[in-house]
């Protein structure tokens, strides 16, 4: 490794980073998901600071009952802060949990997050990909009731669908509930659970070259489940702070207390300090898995130099046979040719022996009918 | 597979928090995340051979990156232009970067320099391939990018203008690589050629729609910034001096060039614009360098080359389905090699089945022939024979001397 021993500006390069990313916003999708009145509207209207989502009429509620369906609700919006641009999509599952019979119930919602990897998959494959359309889910919150217990059959099979699609985070919501000491137990049996099912939730990467930030992150990491307490409202603590949080005659328990709940953690985790690690996340991880899956049940396979080379050598191997099996071909015809010419050389021979039997007969002939003429000749006068 | 999921039209309301959420943090996530991932940049320098390249190189880096050529008179001179890359681990307050410098030696070093540009463009583009290569293969966590995302080309300090070959090259390239033209040598010229040498300069490239890299302005840039880019662009092409040894001047170690008249300092920006292309390459542009690449240099090329290929909006060159083409391809090769070897053959059997047939009915005609001329000779010979037998005088005796008529 070579050191240069004055500046030459590669110190630079993280700032120019910076600058990109700020100029170029980002895109953020979360998705929540829990029975009706777990909270989830309230939760995201106090993550973001702002109303993101109209709560839904009482009435209509539980009117589905009937028709059984799990909906998908997106919320698209535009947020600007210090001059960074997010698109934020919010995907929220009304309807879930709330039926008598909830088999099945997460189908649609694990559908919906493997059709927005298709989605990208294809988009990807275009010729032109300006403008790709994303939605592929970076955070998916999923919310436990407090019931003070342990994860009930449904969840278990929800959050085991989920993480392996999404980075999935446990969330106890109406922490308020519970008691600190039944709330450290009830966590306790959720992760505990979470581990005996083998489910993959989302674990935030903690070292860190900052001593301080590896702390914060260690806690951010032990924290989980999160426990949280959501409230839009500004109210007066005895000591007379303004804060978000819920008044009850005993007190009021404090949206962004560390003491109260983990809401300041979750906040950090889903955006202050890895927002830009649940994105990486999501695309480098979970829709890589999703899209080499795909590929590989659509039949395909990497190029990879061994299958080449393998490739190669058979078709070198069917060209060799076809030319063995002409030369063999060859060689029988060849054979058979050689055959015939001998044929014909022991014709000849034998015709040629019969031609000379006929001749030597002829020449015999001669002899005799010359001995017979001689004394003829010999008698006869001389000229 | 359908051809399109339509993804339903959702309306984008604006938002304004009522608190400080902290999205705005995301730059500092992703800043802190690069430095822990480095950085990685490859840079390819084309110009004749002797106008400093190396030593630019070398200067910029504040580094080796080049160790000292030798220069050797015997050595043949190369008869083609050779792609070189050398890789370079740099480290700077803590920050990594891997350089990768694509070198061209042999470039305009030949008396026909007319397709000088080729080797060069089929580098840029091959690397553009490997690249959609990676891209669409099943598993791409192990993905590098080694595509050029910035092209200094050296022009030499002529005085006149571009040379026909500069205008040919950058023609070629500026749509496959950030082009950054560079005077080299500019000790070789006066404050006010160099003046008008860049004037002519930038005149040529305006008139023959050459794209050079600029740049980007974007409209939340901060005046600073802003000043700083337009100081850059208005230094366009950069007269650079390279000079990687020290020497001292007023007591005072510069890098530079000493004359009988003075000495150049290469970090002095009255003396050269070293120090602005060093700021644009380096530190305020390098990313954006990249960022050009990917977004737009690479895209096209991508894009161009599946519609050319009739892939639209297929699967991006499926292996599998490219093994199928190939295997294909064999197949008809194979039938069509197995096709012309039978007929080959049958022709050849069909040939040597007559002539062997021709032979045996020859043979058997000649023997036919000379047969019935010898059974004729004996009848006649066996005659002669009973008349002189019962004492008669016979005619005149037949003397057939006729060849023995043996077939050879």
Request: neutral net charge; aromatic residues 8%.
């Amino acid at each position: 490794m070579s050191s240069p021993n004055n500046f030459i500006g590669i110190a630079n390069l993280p700032n120019q980073r910076h600058k990109i990313v700020s100029r170029k916003g980002a895109h953020f999708t979360i998705m929540v998901v829990g029975e009706s009145g777990a909270g989830k509207t309230t939760f995201i209207n106090t993550l973001f600071a702002a109303l993101m989502r109209e709560y839904q009429n009482e009435e209509k509620r539980f009117q589905k009952q009937l028709e059984r369906t799990v909906e998908i609700e997106i919320i698209r919006a535009e947020i600007e802060e210090k001059g960074f641009n997010v698109q934020l999509t919010i995907i929220d599952t009304p309807g879930f949990g709330d039926y008598v019979n909830n088999s099945d119930c997460w189908v649609p919602i694990v559908e919906f997050i493997d059709e927005q990897h298709l989605n990208y998959m294809k988009q990807e494959r275009k010729a032109n990909r300006r403008n790709i359309d994303d939605m592929r889910v970076h955070a998916c919150l999923y919310f436990i009731q407090p019931t003070g217990h342990t994860l009930k059959p449904l969840d278990i099979e929800v959050m085991k669908q989920l993480g392996s699609r999404v980075n999935l985070i446990p969330v106890i919501s109406k922490a308020d509930t519970i008691t600190r000491a039944d709330l450290t137990a009830f966590k306790n049996r959720i992760l505990d659970c979470i581990k005996f099912h083998n489910i993959n939730v989302f674990c935030p990467p903690i070292q860190s070259d900052d001593e301080d930030t590896t702390r914060r992150n260690t806690a951010i990491a032990n924290a989980m489940p999160y426990a949280v307490i959501g409230s839009e409202q500004d109210v007066v603590t005895p000591d007379g702070r303004r804060v978000k949080g819920r008044q009850y005659l005993w007190g009021v328990a404090e949206v962004e207390n560390e003491e109260h709940c983990d809401f300041k953690k979750l906040r950090n985790l889903l955006i202050r300090t890895h927002m830009d690690s649940l994105i990486s996340t999501t695309e480098e991880v979970h829709y890589e898995d999703y899209r080499a899956n795909r590929l590989t049940k659509e039949g395909r396979t990497d190029d990879d130099p061994q299958v080449r080379k393998l490739f190669d050598a058979k078709m070198k191997e069917e060209e060799d046979a076809l030319r063995k099996r002409f030369t063999e071909q060859v060689r029988t015809e060849e054979s058979k040719f050689r055959k015939w010419e001998q044929e014909l050389i022991d014709e000849r021979d034998r015709l040629n022996k019969d031609l000379e039997a006929e001749h030597s007969a002829v020449q015999a002939l001669k002899a005799e009918i010359e001995a017979l003429k001689s004394p003829v000749q010999a008698r006869s006068p001389r000229k | 597979m359908s051809a399109e999921v339509e993804q339903p039209q959702i309306p984008i309301v604006k938002k304004k928090p009522n608190c400080f959420v902290g999205f705005a943090n995301l730059p500092n996530q992703v800043h802190r995340k690069s430095i822990k991932k480095g950085f990685q940049f490859t840079l390819m320098v084309v110009g004749e051979s002797g106008l400093g390249k190396s030593t630019l190189i070398n200067t910029l880096f504040n580094t080796s990156v080049y160790p000292n050529k030798e220069h050797l008179e015997a050595e043949e001179p190369p008869k083609t232009i050779k792609i070189e890359t050398i890789t370079t681990n740099l480290e700077e307050n803590g920050i990594k970067l891997k350089l990768n410098v694509i070198d061209t030696p042999g470039f305009g070093d030949f008396v026909n320099n007319e397709t000088s540009w080729k080797p060069i463009l089929e580098e840029i583009e091959t690397r553009f391939d490997l690249y959609l290569e990676q891209e669409n293969k099943v598993n791409r966590k192990k993905i590098v990018d080694e595509r050029v995302h910035a092209c200094l080309y050296f022009i030499a300090p002529t005085g006149h203008s571009l040379k026909p070959l500069d205008i040919e090259f950058m023609k070629r390239l500026h749509h496959r690589v950030n082009l950054i033209p560079v005077i080299a040598k500019s000790d070789l010229l006066t404050e006010e050629e160099v003046a008008g040498f860049k004037a002519r300069i930038m005149e040529d490239i305006s008139y023959n729609k050459i794209q050079i890299y600029r740049p980007p302005i974007y409209e939340n840039d901060d005046p600073e910034t802003l000043q700083e880019n337009k100081e850059i662009v208005l230094r366009m092409p950069f007269a650079v001096v390279g000079c990687d040894k020290e020497i001292e001047m007023k007591k005072k170690k510069v890098r530079g060039r000493q004359y009988p008249w003075g000495i150049i300092d290469v970090d002095n920006e009255d003396h050269c614009d070293f120090i602005k292309l060093r700021q644009m390459l380096i530190r305020t542009h390098m990313e954006e360098l990249r960022e050009y690449t990917n977004e737009v240099l690479y895209e096209n090329y991508r894009s161009n080359k599946l519609i050319a290929s009739g892939n639209e909006f297929g699967d991006g060159g499926n292996p599998l389905a490219r093994f199928e083409e190939e295997k294909r391809a064999h197949e008809a090769k194979m039938t069509k090699m197995e096709a012309e070897m039978k007929m080959v053959f049958q022709q050849k059997v069909q040939e040597k089945k007559n002539k062997l047939m021709q032979s045996d009915a020859d043979l058997h005609a000649r023997h036919k022939e000379m047969k019935e001329k010898l059974v004729n000779q004996r009848r006649e010979l066996e005659e002669t024979k009973r008349q002189l037998e019962s004492g008669a005088r016979p005619g005149t005796p037949e003397k057939s001397r006729k060849g023995k008529g043996y077939f050879k």
